[in-house]
Structure formats: structure tokens, C-alpha cells
């Protein structure tokens, strides 16, 4: 059950309208690591958690809370679409200023939402549940979610240092300073669960039942050997489990695949040919 309180989280007010930086903000709310994204995955992530206690309760406080900034940057975006000239653009376009606002606003803020904020990210591309990972296992989640927290703290960073309006800035820097607590959060229940569970996920699965050989082995696939001088390549594994390996040069464990001709009615290329396929066809 979700109650609406009218009041905004924190302020959403510029101090002027722009609809340049209303198309530009789109993308920290409609974009793949935006609040509509981050919102509905750790709903989504809670709704799953079979039973009650502290993990549920924390995705579903987050959740929540997502949800108001989704409210705050819709409001944004409407009042930095104040304004915006949509009678005769045309005349409005003689003016190099406006002209240029409308060469870089996005036309759909008019034309389809009526100035107002669209679920959709910086360049109109629709938002998409593709963008959110529920998987059930905690940890797996928890990961994914200091993730989103990460990209979307960069953008919104990013975002900060494109504009020069206080009111913007401001929001701004209340959306960047939650998102340092929730990469804090989210990287303190992952710590909590790996001393439960080490960090493998999913840790319930035999260990016996993997290819051990190679469960620690870095294998050297590019020129050069500067990967082999990390903490992964050396010593002790992060999972205590085992002892990091270094392959300067791999072999294949496998062999060349040879698979057997498609029946005639696939009208695949004959065999024939393909073993002749280094032959000229006039010489074949």
C-alpha cells in the first residue's frame, strides 16, 4: 500500500525555465540508470524477498523513496519547460536565442507530453523494464543495485557540472548526496551477506559440481602480460576457496568442432564445397 504526501521529498525549482537541460534531464529519470529504473527494480527486488525482516524492508524504503524523486525530477523538468515557445516557431526562430532553445529542446516536451516530464531518456528513447534486475538472490541484487547507484550518481554529477542554475544544482545535489548513501547501503548489506554466504553467487551450488581446474585461473587472451601484476592473478582467492593462477599463454582444452551435414531439405551448402572452400571454383 503506498500513501501520497503532496509535499516534494526536496525543492524542485529553477530559476529560470530552459528546456535545453529539461531534454537533458530526462536521462537521470527515464534513462537505464535512471529513478524510474532504480524505483521499480528495488520494488520489484522486495516484492520478491519471500518473507519479512530487514533486507525487505530496506529495498521497499528505497523503492519508496525512489518514487519521490521520480515526482521531484518530473517537476523540474515541467517548470524548466515554463514557457517554452510552441505558437509560431517559426517567427519565434528569428530570434537567435530562442532559436537556438528550439533547435535543442525536444520537440515531444510540446508536442506529446504538454510540457511535462516524459518516461523516456535524454533522447527520447522510451523507458523499458528491460532496464531492472529482480533475480531473487539478495546478493546478485544488492550488486546490481550499488551498480545502478554508481552510474546514476555519475550522470547526475555530470549533469550538475552542465549547468549554471542554482535552483537545478541544487536538486541536484540532494540526488547526488542520496545516492552516496544508497552505493553506501547497498555495499554494506553486500559485506553482510558475503560474510554469510562468501561472495560467489549463487553460493548454495556444489563447488564439487564446477570445473575446479580452472574455478581461480586467469587466462591471458591479449597482447601483453600487464593483467598477470593485479590482486586477481596472485595468491590467495577472494573467496578463500583457492589460489589465483596466471596463464601467460593458454591452450585450448576443447577440440576443432565438427559437426555432422544438415539434412537436404535445410539446402544448407553441400559438404562437398566446404571442404573445398580454399579451391577457386574454375579449378575446383
Known amino acids: 500500500m503506498f500513501y501520497h504526501v503532496k509535499e516534494l521529498q526536496y525543492h524542485a525549482k529553477p530559476d529560470r525555465p530552459d528546456p535545453l537541460f529539461a531534454k537533458q534531464l530526462q536521462e537521470v529519470l527515464g534513462g537505464q540508470f535512471g529513478e524510474i529504473s532504480v524505483a521499480l527494480q ?3 527486488q522486495g516484492w520478491s524477498v519471500r518473507g519479512n525482516g530487514k533486507y525487505k524492508d530496506l529495498l521497499m524504503d528505497t523503492g519508496a523513496e525512489e518514487l519521490a524523486h ?5 517537476t523540474m523538468i515541467a517548470r524548466l519547460l515554463d514557457g517554452a515557445p510552441v505558437g509560431d516557431l517559426e517567427t519565434a526562430a528569428k530570434d537567435p536565442i530562442i532559436g ?8 515531444q516536451h510540446a ?5 511535462g516530464a516524459m518516461p523516456a531518456d535524454s533522447v527520447g528513447n522510451r523507458w523499458t523494464a528491460d532496464y531492472i534486475i529482480a533475480s531473487g538472490n539478495l546478493l546478485a541484487d ?4 550499488l551498480n545502478a547507484e554508481s552510474q546514476g550518481r555519475l550522470q547526475a554529477v555530470r549533469l550538475y557540472e552542465a549547468t549554471n542554475d542554482r535552483g537545478v544544482k541544487d536538486m541536484l545535489s540532494w540526488l547526488i548526496a542520496r545516492d552516496t548513501m544508497h552505493q553506501n547501503q547497498w555495499y554494506a548489506a553486500i559485506c553482510e551477506l558475503e560474510a554469510k554466504e562468501n561472495i560467489v553467487v549463487p553460493s548454495t551450488f556444489p563447488r564439487q559440481k564446477e570445473k575446479r581446474e580452472v574455478s581461480y585461473v586467469l587466462f591471458n587472451y591479449s597482447q601483453g602480460d600487464q593483467s598477470a601484476k593485479g590482486r586477481w592473478a596472485n595468491g590467495p582467492s577472494m573467496d578463500g576457496e583457492g589460489t589465483f593462477k596466471y596463464v601467460q599463454n593458454p591452450q585450448p582444452y576443447g577440440e576443432k568442432p565438427k559437426l555432422m551435414p544438415a539434412p537436404k531439405y535445410i539446402h544448407d551448402t553441400l559438404p562437398a564445397v566446404l571442404r573445398n572452400d580454399d579451391i577457386p571454383p574454375n579449378l575446383a
Open 100 to 107: 537556438a532553445i528550439l533547435g535543442g529542446m525536444n520537440p
Open 42 to 44: 528495488y520494488l520489484f
Open 111 to 115: 508536442i506529446v507530453s504538454g510540457l
Open 142 to 145: 544488492f550488486r546490481a543495485n
Open 70 to 74: 521520480i515526482e521531484m525530477l518530473a
